[in-house]
């Protein structure tokens, strides 16, 4: 089994793949706020991947003020000055929750990537807050983020755009809105490109909770699809032109759901104890 | 290795993705053709799975008139009496090459399932025809059809409803429409619940030819995605309820293109020569 992440940070990263309950009974949302272990935490809002940010901004108060916030600040950043403005990078220095929202994840790295927000993010992970991203918000976790990528063209060679992301996990691809938008091509032609990289497919009112120990649990209504490469016998992906339709033998794929974990590391599921056949009676 | 088709017949079984190019270069259908292996052959053209049989009629007449055929058969049967028609199914005795066009798979086994035509159907089969079928026309093919299934509710219990098809082949699945439509969940499903089955997710504008010795070979301009349960060691499906989402780990999945094969009997991938590391220079 080959290493895929590299985690050595104290927090929580919780990618969630989109349209996740905001209205009702908040099953997600309460699981992510629960991460953060106290009743009075404070969480901020990024909202720079967004084209609408005050709205988002909006939304999202509203919905951390039902989950009990103490402290809310909605971070509406349009500009890479912003980014970089060093009054509001402080506001993140004492956030138990940052929240990344969705809209587009190439936005969000073009105006964030390398600023004084990123480091303040990147180093509340390291230090022990929850970073949880959204849509858009959770595709820049990775070093490698697909920006662009038609799902049904997902087994065409050069289909896939990637670019560089937040790089706070290593060789873990996070797409979102997976099973929604039948992206399951767009990972395993990543995959398929180097096996080292492990594709996670996070569905609509879903999350992935990692851990800097390598673990990971699924949160939420949805399914989490990995796909791993590690036993890729065959492909003809060097071979082909762009544009052209790309074979591969042998990928693997599981689904998870609510309470499963998986062991980057070991690339192994980890059942819950309840579902294990020695729990059940007939 | 569990052998999953039990073929038996002379002739060839074509499944089509649907939306096969029909106007332009004809990539798809010229082959279909050069597998009855005659120029002066005859089709028969099944339009009983259309809402619009007339239309559709024209449509394939138009398409085998350019593709050279000798004599073509347009059966436009809109109900069960022509499909008990003996004068109808009488045609199809000396049919080289039987279409099933698109439609409703439903629509299709309800008014011809069972039935003189039917019949028909399977002894030129058995007897060596070729017998294509595109989208609706494909999915009847085996004795498992499924008719109906959301894309993104895929890996929800109980979203995929299968019903009797036609029985050309056992225990293979055959979804179309594959990458387009984002329907691997489907199949994930339906394998998981017997891994007995494989599924077979056909592309657009591409094809399996399945022949009677359980081999496979993609035709075609996209991808062929085999879903394979051999390995699955876990899964949640005969637990949970209705609605709630699967959970399943180790579905080996591959894509295939043109030229590539797979043994059914064996579950396995067979590389075109051309495309074997042997015979790469660099």
Known sequence: MIMASKPFFKGRLIAIGGNEDKSDELVLLKRVVQEA?????????????SEDPEQRGQDYRQVFTVLGAS???ILSIKERAQANDITLAKKLEDADLIFLTGGDQLRLTTIVGGTRIFEAIQNRLETGAIIAGTSAGAAVFSDTMIYEGQS??????????????FGF????IFDTHFMAR????????????NPICIGVGVGEDTGVVLKGDGYAEVIGTGQVIIVDGSDIAHSNIMD??????????NVRVHSLVNGYRYNFQKRRLLIPPDNKPENTDD
Chains 1, 2 share one sequence.
């Open 37 to 49: 272990g106290k009743t009075d935490y404070k969480v901020c809002v990024i909202t720079a991947a």
């Open 71 to 73: 402290r809310i600040e």
């Open 152 to 165: 049904e063209d997902g087994l065409f060679k050069g289909s896939v755009l990637t670019t560089p992301g």
């Open 169 to 172: 996990v290593e060789k873990i």
């Open 182 to 193: 039948g992206r399951i091509g767009r990972l395993v032609q990543i995959v398929t490109m």
């Open 240 to 249: 082909i032109k762009q544009g052209e339709p790309v074979a591969v033998e």
